[in-house]
Nanobody, 121 residues
Framework: VQLQASGGGLVQAGGSLRLSCAAS????????MGWFRQAPGKEREFVAALMGSGGTTYYADSVKGRFTISRDNAKNTVYLQMNSLKPEDTAVYYCASTLFDSVLIHEYDSWGQGTQVTVSS
């Protein structure tokens, strides 16, 4: 499976961005999909996940109420809508796929290349 993340960029605090993750080789609707991020000098952390079975969503506390993960089955693409962005949201964002209903990073087996999000104050 190949995942292609896009949509990052530079935005002012309070602004919005929408990240996309297009997949080939795997039907995303049957797998769990997640977004993770890694800021300079920090470990990669969980941001949001959309479970393949039932479509349950999970969010990190730091983004709850501001970010929304969704999926377009026809386009085999997962999105992360990010609103009310803060400077602390600055990071490289990665999409990933898992065979499990999980938010644990080690249970994701396929990763996109990452897209940079920079939020200026």
């Amino acid at each position: 499976v190949q995942l292609q993340a896009s949509g990052g960029g530079l935005v002012q605090a309070g602004g919005s961005l929408r990240l996309s993750c297009a997949a080939s080789g795997r039907t995303l609707s049957t797998y769990g999909m997640g977004w993770f991020r890694q800021a300079p000098g920090k470990e990669r952390e969980f941001v949001a996940a959309l479970m393949g079975s039932g479509g349950t969503t999970y969010y990190a506390d730091s983004v709850k109420g501001r970010f929304t993960i969704s999926r377009d089955n026809a386009k085999n693409t997962v999105y992360l809508q990010m609103n009310s962005l803060k400077p602390e949201d600055t990071a490289v964002y990665y999409c990933a796929s898992t065979l499990f209903d999980s938010v644990l990073i080690h249970e994701y087996d396929s990763w996109g290349q990452g897209t940079q999000v920079t939020v200026s104050s």
